[in-house]
């Protein structure tokens, strides 16, 4: 399959590193011209020259901004003012007893991982449905459906992009224009070899090391191993192709069968 978006332009937000850095590597790789972003302007610029470097495409820029804030996301909407393709990326997580999240901390997250996505969705799918063509992806989890018990928080976010990319495709419906959500499943990312070799120790190999850590702890993974931050990015770029045009509405996994479910 030959996936080809020269001439489109595609927003990934929270894009300097991990999963978002992959999404923005494999769109730019792809052929269109890939807008990063982030809240801090050194980091936009190495991974604008990461993507740049990492996918063979100079068409890659920066737009720098704290999507959680409207100030934020005025100052990225002014940067990039249309786009073909929105990857709403950008999110939060972290562990808290569930009686311990006080109410500031649950709008922090809910601005975060939700609104930051619904105020650009708002922004640029009305021109989407106008030129009759657009893709927006709003990265959720598998915490969407099997809500952990200490991210309570985290996965109310996920839940409700859920309901946010079910809602908004319906607004987009018979427009050429979809929406779906992307559900992924524990990932390869950041801090992840740290968090595992403190479970598993440091004598094994890593492949070995994850492997025991997903049996032991993440049981539910028929995949046995973390999801690398490219798998999720090959799901993206397929659902922003000219190839997806009949998948909308939908909450697609790549979860590696974590979710123990035949459907979402």
Same mark, same amino acid.
């Given at each position: 399959m030959q996936?080809?978006?020269?001439?489109?332009?595609?927003?990934?937000?929270?894009?300097?590193q &991990?999963?978002?850095?992959?999404?923005?590597t494999?769109?730019?790789?792809? &052929?269109?011209? /890939?807008?990063v972003?982030?809240?801090?302007?050194?980091?936009?610029?190495?991974?604008?020259?990461t993507?740049?470097? +990492?996918s +063979?495409?100079d068409?890659?820029?920066?737009?720098v &901004?704290?999507?959680?804030?409207?100030?934020?996301?005025?100052?990225?909407?002014?940067?990039?003012p249309?786009?073909?393709?929105?990857?709403?990326?950008?999110?939060?997580?972290?562990?808290?007893?569930?009686?311990?999240?006080?109410?500031a901390?649950?709008? %922090?997250?809910f601005?975060v991982?939700?609104?930051?996505?619904v105020?650009?969705?708002?922004?640029?799918?009305?021109?989407?449905?106008? %030129? +009759?063509?657009?893709? /927006? =992806?709003?990265?959720?989890s598998? #915490?969407a *459906?099997?809500?952990p018990?200490?991210?309570?928080?985290?996965?109310m976010?996920?839940?409700?992009?859920?309901?946010v990319s079910?809602?908004?495709?319906?607004?987009a419906? &018979?427009?050429?224009?979809?929406?779906? #959500?992307?559900?992924?499943?524990?990932?390869?990312t950041?801090? *992840?070899?740290?968090?595992?070799r403190?479970? *598993? +120790?440091?004598? =094994?190999?890593w492949?070995?090391?994850?492997?025991?850590?997903?049996?032991?702890?993440?049981?539910q993974?028929?995949?046995?191993r973390?999801?690398?931050?490219?798998?999720?990015?090959?799901?993206v770029?397929?659902?922003? #192709?000219?190839?997806?045009?009949?998948?909308?509405?939908g909450?697609?996994?790549?979860?590696?069968g974590?979710?123990? #479910?035949?459907l979402?």
């Open positions: 996936i080809d978006l020269s001439g489109r332009t595609a927003l990934v937000t929270g894009s300097t &991990g999963i978002g850095h992959a999404i923005a494999g769109l730019a790789r792809a &052929g269109a011209r /890939v807008v972003n982030g809240r801090d302007e050194g980091r936009v610029a190495d991974a604008v020259r993507v740049r470097a +990492g +063979g495409n068409d890659v820029a920066g737009a &901004g704290d999507l959680a804030r409207e100030q934020g996301a005025a100052a990225v909407l002014e940067a990039v249309t786009a073909d393709i929105l990857v709403n990326n950008l999110g939060i997580f972290g562990s808290v007893p569930p009686l311990e999240i006080d109410d901390e649950w709008r %922090r997250y601005e991982n939700v609104l930051s996505a105020r650009l969705i708002r922004a640029y799918l009305p021109g989407m449905k106008e %030129r +009759g063509w657009g893709r /927006v =992806l709003n990265l959720a598998d #915490s *459906v099997a809500i018990a200490e991210m309570i928080h985290y996965g976010t996920k839940t409700a992009l859920l309901a079910r809602g908004f495709a319906k607004d419906a &018979g427009t050429g224009v979809t929406v779906n #959500s992307v559900i992924a499943g524990p990932t390869h950041g801090g *992840v070899e740290g968090f595992v403190e479970l *598993v +120790g440091d004598e =094994l190999p492949d070995e090391a994850q492997h025991e850590f997903m049996v032991k702890y993440r049981p993974s028929l995949l046995q973390l999801i690398e931050p490219e798998e999720i990015a090959n799901m770029v397929y659902l922003a #192709s000219p190839h997806a045009s009949a998948t909308t509405g909450a697609v996994r790549v979860d590696g974590y979710v123990d #479910s035949i979402p």
